[in-house]
Every structure is written in C-alpha cells, then in structure tokens.
C-alpha cells in the first residue's frame, strides 16, 4: 500500500504564501519515482481541479488559474511532493490533495491517471 500524507495549510493573507509537502510512504514493488504526481483541489460546492503536475525527469503542468504564483516540485531521494504558492488569492481557497500515479510519465493534471491519495490540507485564503 502506499500512503500519501499532506501538510503545510493553513490560514493567510491574500498575497501571502504556503508551502504544502506531500510525504510519499512506500512498499515494496511500487517505485513511485518513475511515475508522475499531481496536486489538485476543491473547493466547497465545486468540482475537484488539477492545480500541478509533475512527471520523473521534472517536467511541469499547471492550471492557467495557478500559473506564474504555484510551483510544484519533488525531491525523490527523501520521498516528498511539493507546492509552492505564492500571491495567494481568495480563490485559492480549497481542500488540496497529493496524488500520485502508477503508470504515467508524463505531466498531467488529469485525475483518471492518478492511483494514490492523500487525505488533503486546507488552505484558506481571507483578510
């Protein structure tokens, strides 16, 4: 099995910034460094989004909502996802999510190709 563990929300300023990580525990047989992982969120009442997506070699997607203030990231050797937010806005308020996939090697933000879930942090943007 493996388990997907997000932190790093919180409460903040419209133009501030959060971190998230997303820690990744595997099994055996599930190497998860040569598959592509996501961030996604939701809002209250909305549907589900594909916020970043990053593949093995580093390669990059993002939502045009997010593009130019969030960047993903991930460090293999220590099992971590990353998202930096920066210039945060009201709506970007939403329950974010780790995800990571079993098969893709390219960057995608299409829910369909992701596996693996974590339990999600809220980040709540507000004055």
């Known amino acids: 099995e493996v388990q997907l563990v997000e932190s790093g929300g919180g409460s903040v300023q419209p133009g501030g910034s959060l971190r998230l990580s997303c820690s990744v525990s595997v099994v055996a047989d599930y190497t998860y460094r040569l598959y592509s992982m996501a961030w996604f969120r939701q809002a209250p009442g909305k549907e589900r989004e594909g916020v970043a997506g990053i593949d093995p070699y580093g390669a990059t997607t993002y939502a045009d909502t997010v593009k130019g203030r969030f960047t993903v990231s991930r460090d293999k050797a220590n099992n971590i996802l990353y998202l930096e937010m920066t210039n945060l806005k009201p709506e970007d308020t939403a329950m974010y999510y780790c995800?990571?996939?079993?098969?893709?090697?390219?960057?995608?933000?299409?829910?369909?190709?992701?596996?693996?879930w974590g339990q999600g942090t809220q980040v709540t943007v507000s004055s």
């Open positions: 995800a990571s996939s079993a098969h893709v090697l390219r960057p995608t933000t299409d829910a369909d190709y992701f596996r693996y």
